[in-house]
């Protein structure tokens, strides 16, 4: 007796998607509806309705009273520095496992990158190590929610009001992300968000906003974010140094429609995540992600390759994953400090064992909204077999 069921065809690749979220029709229709519209006689990309727009719904998403949308979360994260009056002699804290720029805007005015450890649990920064690394020039913290995995909002609120000292949140893996069931956009002086490509919402590859429930720095970042500008008065005014941070009209256009989108994308991938768990929860070779359940932002999956139980190394896993099996990994991240353009930045690693560890064993695997359940078998077989095929090497 036949059947009409599609045979399912054997998985032999699975690459690392550069678009991390759901790129769909509406999205397109948006795009093009703003390009369409520019090419009308007298057409054009400004005003920006969209703008608000879109600012206004990141802000209800992210639970924050104030949103500004620019360019990434570099520039939001230099922004924040800026706006803190952030100079030469001053300590800025943050974390040596995460993306550069969350460094390197402190080092772009001059002041010292002091590193402190993460903990072993999430990998997001420490509060505990944080407390040991203040001093009387520290003037901002940053703390990253690493993955999409909240990080200790409320050890870091507390944190702040006994010593003053203004946290700013990386916030790039954490649209949705949730603390104690709250969004996470209210937290600290600011949060800044990317919407770069491989993020779950994407604003046409680049993109990134700042949030803040504090209305003076709000303003005062939005200022700077387009040229100095006050919009607003019989008159224009030009009130501070500031620059051109500004998303484009069919990036804010796909921003709107993206956000829609947030929640339903964060789903199926913490669904996809939490399938992994299941898959790979019998070998001791690596250390799972911890806290995958609702309130994560579910960015990334990444595990551990746990170097007290086996020999065999982070790299040597990824590349024997790619030449046998195909299947693409990333690393999220190499420790800050290991980057070529940190010889020219005045920094302090010292006390950061814990992140020093991780950075040689973090192996982010291909899991994303778009994987399909056979997909993550394959994966999670190779690993197994890689692992095992290594061992006897």
């Known amino acids: 007796m036949s059947s009409n069921a599609p045979v399912e065809q054997p998985i032999t690749a699975v690459p690392f998607l550069a678009l991390g979220g759901l790129f769909e029709a509406d999205d397109v229709a948006a795009a093009n509806k703003v390009v369409q519209a520019a090419s009308l006689d007298g057409g054009n990309f400004f005003p920006l309705p969209e703008e608000k727009q879109f600012q206004d719904a990141l802000a209800a998403h992210e639970g924050s009273t104030h949103a500004i949308s620019v360019n990434s979360c570099g520039t939001a994260l230099d922004l924040c ?8 002699g001053d300590e800025v804290i943050t974390t040596p496992l995460t993306f550069v720029c969350t460094a390197t805007c402190a080092a772009a005015q001059g002041a010292k990158v002091v590193f402190a450890d993460v903990d072993p649990q999430t990998l997001c920064l420490s509060p505990e190590a944080t407390r040991k690394k203040i001093t009387s020039r520290t003037k ?63 604003t046409l590859g680049e993109g990134g906003a700042i949030t803040s429930n504090d209305p003076a720095f709000a303003e005062l970042v939005r200022q700077k ?18 620059f051109n941070y500004r998303m484009t009209k069919p990036q804010l256009a796909v921003g709107i429609t993206q956000i829609a989108k947030a929640q339903r994308v964060i789903a199926r991938k913490l669904q996809n995540m939490q399938t992994m768990q299941r898959l790979l929860q ?3 070779e690596l250390i799972l992600p911890v806290g995958v359940e609702p309130g994560h932002g579910a960015h990334l999956y990444v595990v551990r390759v746990n170097s007290q139980k086996t020999s065999i190394t982070r ?23 290991d980057w070529e353009a940190m010889k020219e930045v005045d920094f302090d690693r010292t006390n950061c064992e814990v992140a020093d560890r991780a950075c040689r064993e973090v192996l982010t695997l291909p899991v994303f909204a778009q994987s399909t359940e056979a997909q993550m078998r394959y994966v999670a077989e190779s690993l197994k077999k890689s692992l095992a095929e290594l061992c006897v090497a």
């Open 315 to 337: 790299d040597a896993l990824a590349a024997h994953l790619k030449s046998s099996y195909a299947v693409g990994t990333a690393i999220h991240y190499p420790a800050v400090w």
């Open 225 to 242: 974010k387009t040229f100095g500008y006050v919009y607003g008065g019989p008159k224009l005014r030009v009130v501070t140094v500031g």
């Open 81 to 88: 520095m800026m706006a803190l009056g952030i100079k030469p």
């Open 282 to 284: 019998s070998v001791p």
């Open 140 to 202: 901002a913290i940053i703390p990253v929610h690493f993955t999409g995995l909240s990080a200790d909002i409320g050890a870091f609120d507390a944190i702040s009001r006994e010593t003053g000292v203004p946290v700013i949140y990386d916030a790039a893996h954490a649209v949705g992300t949730r603390y104690k069931g709250n969004p996470i956009g209210a937290a600290g002086k600011a949060s800044c968000y990317s919407f770069q490509s491989n993020k779950n919402i994407t």
